[in-house]
């Protein structure tokens, strides 16, 4: 049985009883909910997911982003780096070439094409899918000018997202599909890429010096991030469904999500904006999952019962709420770092019961917020409270079927002829 919550006068009180009374009925009001309403309120699981952002589209024929020659300090040249970003494949495109002893692929994200060999017009990196579905990277190097490539093993599925990332650390290159290692190609020799080309950046296309247009994606694109460092394959496997508009070593990232106009926005000060060339079409995007935490529990409160104590608080508004985690300490401060109260089910109500305590004993609790996508809040305020033997006890039912019944109970009516005038209350 839980406690008579929250207004309770213990039975051993007298006047002290009706301080405590009126404290924590301020309390909850303050809290912005009555004794009643806490009772009756939960958020539990929604469902709901928020709603992706917008990507563009590519018509496969001629339309991309470009960058421009993106050079200088802050520009969007590397010497290690990763690439990656989310695509969908709708057709087919036009086959950009990167050179002799290149790649021949769709583009999906580049600076540089096939131009002449040994100069500041070399390919600094280039990302794309060949013909039969499957990653490729390229480079060329700052002393010959040659080709260093690398194909991956698994394949796309047309018509369905993909995220694709390539990394090169100065002689080794990495595919990830999926947030999964693909393919690993260690070259003969370090070989440093040609980080001071002058040939444009682009999304959807591969451009040289002058910026004119070499091959065409069909598909959508999204989340496009360039770094002038190697990110580890955890460093992906965590972060390649989730947005990141900033980040050490971050020189580009395109989220796509301006929805209309012809400027690709840039999440990285100082660093070079897109513009849409040839009309490619805004569309919705990839749908990201979410990685903000909902608001700690505000109002906790707790009351002491016979062995038991029960917590209560105002309940979340977000709408993708999961329910709530409840964790307990023999002293100050809480841990959440353990498993919760609760287990791996979180509460769905505003209200939980701890039982099988020990009259006499202070408990410590606070509580968190969960939402569908795994995300929890920061603690709320610590509450504390000592079970007493003396504090009674109350029913608390699930609003589903249980009740409790007196049967005919005449005793509760004059021989079943009706009450003309009663009184009835409750807590």
């Given at each position: ?103 021949e692929a769709y583009p999906l994200v580049a600076k540089g094409r096939n131009e002449t060999d040994g100069g500041n ?129 971050l020189i580009g990232r395109w989220g796509l999500d301006e929805g209309s106009g012809t400027v690709a926005g840039n ?74 109260l609760n287990g791996d089910t979180p509460v769905t109500s505003p209200i939980f019961t701890d039982r099988f305590l ?70």
């Open positions: 049985m839980a406690p008579k919550y929250p207004f309770r006068v213990p039975e051993h009180s007298t006047t002290s009883g009706s301080a405590r009374l009126r404290r924590i009925t301020r309390t909850l009001l303050a809290g912005a909910g009555v004794a009643i309403g806490l009772l009756l309120q939960s958020s539990g699981p929604s469902g709901q997911t928020a709603p992706a952002g917008t990507a563009v589209k590519f018509d496969g024929i001629n339309d991309f982003v470009t960058f421009g020659p993106a050079t200088g300090p802050n520009g969007l040249n590397a010497t290690n780096f990763t690439l990656e970003l989310w695509f969908r494949q709708d057709g087919a495109g036009v086959f950009a070439s990167t050179g002799v002893g290149g790649v017009f070399d390919t600094n990196y280039f990302l794309g899918l060949d013909s039969a579905g499957r990653l490729v990277a390229d480079f060329e190097d700052m002393a010959t000018g040659k080709n260093h490539s690398i194909t991956g093993v698994g394949t796309v599925t047309p018509g369905s997202w993909h995220h694709a990332a390539a990394t090169y650390d100065g002689q080794t290159w990495k595919l990830y599909l999926d947030g999964n290692l693909d393919a690993e190609l260690t070259l003969p020799a370090p070989f440093q890429p040609r980080s001071d080309s002058i040939q444009h950046a682009s999304i959807g296309a591969a451009l040289n010096s002058t910026g004119v247009r070499n091959g065409a994606f069909n598909g959508v694109i999204d989340e496009v991030r360039i770094w002038n460092v190697v990110r580890t394959a955890a460093e992906i496997a965590q972060n390649h469904t989730l947005t990141i508009t900033s980040g050490v070593g999440s990285v000060p100082e660093r070079p904006s897109g513009t849409l060339t040839n009309k490619p079409v805004w569309v919705g995007g990839f749908p990201f999952a979410d990685a903000t935490p909902p608001e700690p529990p505000q109002g906790v409160v707790a009351d002491e019962g016979n062995g038991l104590l029960t917590l209560a608080w105002t309940p979340n508004t977000e709408t993708d709420l999961a329910g709530y985690n409840i964790y307990r300490s023999a002293f100050a401060p809480v841990a959440t770092t353990g498993t919760p020990t009259n006499g004993s202070s408990y410590f609790y606070v509580v968190t917020a969960v939402d569908t996508s795994f995300n929890e809040s920061s603690p709320s305020i610590e509450v504390s409270a000592t079970p007493d033997f003396f504090s009674g006890a109350g029913m608390q039912f699930d609003g589903a079927g249980q009740y409790v019944t007196f049967g005919e109970a005449a005793g509760l009516g004059p021989g079943g002829l009706g009450v003309e005038t009663f009184t009835i209350e409750a807590w």
